[in-house]
Each structure stands twice: as structure tokens, then as C-alpha cells.
């Protein structure tokens, strides 16, 4: 019998988040499969900042960032992909039947899809084309609600790109529980308008759906599913969660019994998706499963915000800096974050304005790399009321000339979790002993060195050789 392997990226959730729903709901898939599991805690192992773009690659690539060197969405990786190529790539090349589904970094399509049984790009693609072509209808939706919802949820639907959907609704595989769970959320927001927070999760919701008919069709020997929408609700709710994690507590007790349930609902759509993995696993025993996470979340500061700083019409915020339509394009990037790639004539200058921009007396955080790409950073927070100090060139500015504004945030939520090194790592194995065995720690980088050795294929020169063997 071939062996075959899903890897299901949940981003960002620790062995705690994992520990903590299956004590709070013992009759849950994850408690139930939990026992028969390997459990690993894994460690980034890449230096400064931890960011998904940045870990997710450790992770696929098998060397760190210091190798690696991304720092953000959108950045041409054709020569990296040369030299470090992900490790479904690696698969591929090898003759090894593969499926990809929202993995970061995973835009474009290959040339070659000969290998591919489906291919589906992030979220954060620059286009909508997926392999088969059907699928594109649902990227095109997703990649338009994704955008239009990067802080608060917009609730406006996009029409066009919603019945384009609707018109390949039989090949993409929507479950009719799903369609009444849809129509259940926009039901309950009319009763409690807090929860089209949970609209984020909606759209994993459909995408798995996708996936599943995809990855029943085909049976490839290799998948991966990528889903951030636990780690979205860890950011925003970890302290309605979990209060007893701060020294201070500075969000007010109306918050806190709002959002407290919102991280164990975010895990209860992932034990769903687990329950139905674990049936098609089940039915097909060449399957096991790897449930990965690139690094973990852990409690900040527990406060309000009301609104924070981001650039609005990049248009003009880009003229402000010199540089015209024309001369410049955006790339997708994850809020309030803004990428663009300025021509080769204009970077120069362009960065030489931006080095001049400050705000509130400090410089704007901005990553300048090769061909003219550059990542900005705001996401300065601001009271009701409060202005902020803009400064261009030493010259005061308005927001609005820049294309700058405060926007409000509808939930309030700060960043009451953020990124630490340890995360979780989960093998289910249906022919395995189950015999429970202690944790241990492993690296990141001992993910993609494994994936190779458990279909036979051999680890390239610049990974190490697997810590982590199949059972």
C-alpha cells in the first residue's frame, strides 16, 4: 500500500489552545483522536521578528530566514524557489501526486502542473487562477471578501464575484450543512450584530468544502490545507479567553463576556474539519494526517483600540511621495501592512521620500528589498478624539493628503496574543500503536525533511536530516 499524507497548517495554535478545548469539550474529535496521536512541540527556528509569511516558508523550505530571507507577501520568489523550492515542489518533481491548498508563498501556478492533482493559491494571491480552472470562481470570491475584511468584516457583498460563484456551485462541492450555516450566521447577525466578526471563518468554512471535493476526486498522495482562522481569533479575543493571563487588564468586563467563547468556537469549526478528515482517513488507510503549525501565540497586553492608522487611497498617499500611476503596483499584503513595487527609475527616490515620512515623531517602519519592492508598516493606534503629528520631508502634512486615515475598529480588540516560538505538531497514523507517548520538542525545520522521508524521496543538501521519523 502507497503511503499518503495531508498536511492541515492550523496557523499559529499551541499545544495550550489544544489542551484547553479538549478539556472543555471531552466528547470532541480532537480529545477523541488526541490519545492515538504523536504530539510534538515545535520551535521556529528563525531569528528577529515571527511572522506567518516569514515561518510558513522555515517551514516548507527547510531552511530558516536567515537563508530564506522573506520578509513579507508578494516579493519575487523565482530564484529562492530555485534554490530552496517548497516542499510540495520537491514532491512534484519527484513524480509524487500532489494537492495545494492556501499554503503561503504558494502563488503563482507552476508552470508544470503535470504532478498536481489541484493547486490553489493563498490568500493573498495576486490573481485568482487555480488548477482545475473551476476553482477559480471560488478564488475569485475569496480573494475580494479576504481583502475587503482585512481589520473590520465588510458586509457588503460582492455581487459579481458571488454569482460567478453560485454558477459553479456543483463542481466546487459546497455541503448543504455549510449553505444552512451560512444562512444560520447572516441570520444570527441581524440578532447580535458582534457576530459578523465570525464572517472570517465563514470563508475557511467554504474553502474546506472546496478542498474536500478536490481531495476526494483526486486522492493525491500529498495535500496540504492552510487555515489562519484560529490565529485570527487568538489576536483579537485571547484575553476575553483568558483574563488570568495578565498583570493588567485594561478592556472592560462587557468585552470580555462578549468575546470570551470566540477562540473555542474558532477550534470548534476546526474539530469539524477534523472529524471529517479523520472519516475520509478512515476509509482510506493509506492516508495519515500531520497537523502543523509554523510557531505558536501567547498573551501581550490585554487592551482596547479604537482605531488605527492605514493607508486608505495608495494612490495619492504614493503621488505624496513623488511617485505616479504607472510607475508603481501594489501587491497583496496582510493588514495594515501595504506593499508595492515602484519601477526601478522611481525606487530610489521613492525610498528617500518614505525614509522622510514620520509620525508622532517617528520614522515610518518600511522594508526596502531588490527590484523595487517595498513593505510598509502603520497600524498606529489612536484614541477617539487624538491627532496625530505628520511629518514629509520635515514639512507638516495632513492624513488626508496622504492618503492616511484612522479607522475605526469595530471590535475593539487589540493584539492581545502575539507570535512566540512554540507551536504544535499532531501525526495521526491509523495503522500506528496508539500508545500514548510523552511530548517532545522538534524544529521547524525537521517538517519538510520528514515529509520527504516518509514517501522515499531524498533530503537535498541544504536541509538537515530528519529528527522525526514515520512510525
Known sequence: MHRKLILFE??????RIVDEFCARRPASCLARLLPRCRQFETYAADAGHLSPW??????????????HLITSFGEDLAELDRQ?????????????????????????????????????????????????KAVSAFQEFNLTMARAS???????????????????????????????????????????????????????????????KQLGRTKPAFATFFTNHVASSMHRYWAATFPGDYDRLHVDDGWIRTYRSEIDFTM?????????????????????????????????????????????????????????????????????DT????????????????EGLSIDGKPVDVVAKENGFFQIRLGQTAAA???????????????????????????????????????SLILFDPRADAEPQPRT??????VAPFILSFFGVSVPEHMQRPALKAA
Open 54 to 67: 516569514i515561518t510558513w516558508p522555515t517551514l516548507h523550505r527547510g531552511v530558516s530566514n536567515e537563508r
Open 150 to 212: 482585512a481589520r473590520n468584516v465588510d458586509t457588503r457583498v460582492p455581487w459579481r464575484a458571488a454569482l460567478n460563484l453560485l454558477a459553479h456551485l456543483p463542481a466546487l462541492g459546497f455541503k448543504p450543512g455549510t449553505l444552512l450555516r451560512m444562512g444560520g450566521q447572516l441570520a444570527a447577525e441581524r440578532i447580535q450584530p458582534w457576530r459578523r466578526t465570525r464572517r472570517r471563518t465563514c470563508q475557511v468554512v467554504l474553502a474546506f468544502d472546496v478542498f474536500m
Open 10 to 15: 492550523l496557523n499559529e495554535v499551541p499545544l
Open 268 to 336: 470548534s469549526v476546526f474539530d469539524r474539519f477534523l472529524a471529517w478528515l479523520v472519516k475520509f482517513i478512515e476509509r482510506n488507510r493509506d492516508y495519515s494526517l500531520l497537523v502543523a503549525t509554523s510557531m505558536g501565540q501567547a498573551a501581550t497586553t490585554a487592551r482596547h483600540i479604537d482605531r488605527q492608522l492605514y493607508i486608505t487611497n495608495l494612490p495619492k498617499f504614493m503621488s505624496a511621495l513623488g511617485v505616479e500611476r504607472g510607475q508603481w503596483s501594489q501587491r497583496p499584503a496582510m493588514a495594515p
Open 84 to 132: 530552496f523550492p517548497p516542499i510540495w515542489s520537491l514532491l512534484a518533481r519527484q513524480g509524487v501526486s500532489t494537492g495545494v491548498f492556501g499554503s503561503l508563498h504558494s502563488y503563482p501556478l507552476p508552470a508544470d502542473l503535470e504532478n498536481y492533482a489541484f493547486y490553489v493559491p493563498d490568500t493573498f494571491a495576486a490573481g485568482s487562477e487555480c488548477f482545475p
Open 339 to 354: 506593499c508595492v513595487v515602484v519601477e526601478p527609475s522611481q525606487a530610489a527616490a521613492f525610498q528617500a521620500a518614505i
Open 385 to 423: 478624539g487624538q491627532s496625530q503629528t505628520v511629518l514629509l520631508a520635515g514639512q507638516p502634512r495632513s492624513l488626508s493628503d496622504l492618503g492616511l486615515s484612522n479607522v475605526d475598529i469595530d471590535d475593539r480588540a487589540g493584539c492581545t496574543a502575539y507570535h512566540v516560538p512554540q507551536g
Open 441 to 446: 520538542q522538534i524544529s521547524t525545520l525537521d
